[in-house]
């Protein structure tokens, strides 16, 4: 009940502006003493894993600070095995498989377009929407929220598609119809020995800004869509910071059809660097 009236109050919320104005203090360096209090609270509500952070908590000057903070070296190692696909973020497998029809399932019976997911082009249907293989991955409050590269490769162009910023968790998305096609999104396009793969980075309430390493764009600041190709484009390696989320929310990776051979499933756990699947051998 508590999270359907979270849901209804929201539907009459301009959503991007509350979050922008959530951005504003979360990104406010407060007095020393009131800030760590916060953090205190927010590590104590959401059992956050100190022992893996840089630093201390007097080392993070904003909530925003801390959100997106670094982890230590090493406690994140990456699968180096050839055929391996990692995961690109801290988190849980919300939904994991092969796209049929030109949809990705969300919940319920809902589903969405994977065209629509990565921006309308016709010409993704073709490419992804048979047989492609996807999955969802979920961050929590509590989760470290950089994003890293599943499989080696060129960032050749990226996407930018502003939208709705609704929240991202399990009871939303039971109730928002096409809920990752109408949020805000920021994609990654990575030419890799698997072809062209999507990395699709989506907001969320609650400040709702990404950032990519690539570029400087910074999303939900009231910027037009935009498709953008890279020159030079990005080479980055497998682990390689790719992104980042300032609060929120929901990392969704697309290959190609018959690519990816799933190796987690729904509800599992998952690590940066972890594999989640391997390279498909046909």
Known sequence: MKDALIISALSVVPKNHAARLMGVFARTRLPAAAQRAL???YVGKYRVDLEECVGTLEDYG????FFTRALKPGVRPVD???RAIVSPCDGMAYAVGRIEGGRIPQSDGKSYDVRELLGGDPRYSALYGDGGDFAVLYLSPRDYHRVHVPRE???ARYSYLPGALWPVFPAA???IEALFARNERLTSWIVSDLGEYALVMVGAF???RMRVVYDPLVTNEGKARAEV???PPAKLERGDEIGRFEMGSTVILVFPPN???WTITPGDPVRVGSRVGQWRQN
Do not use: I, N, Q, Y
């Open 259 to 261: 690519t990816v051979e």
């Open 206 to 208: 609650g400040v709702g």
């Open 153 to 155: 490769g060129t960032v």
């Open 62 to 65: 904003s909530l925003t600070d």
């Open 229 to 231: 190709a890279l020159t």
């Open 173 to 175: 998305t039971r109730r």
């Open 80 to 82: 180096p095995a050839p």
């Open 39 to 41: 953090l205190r609270w």
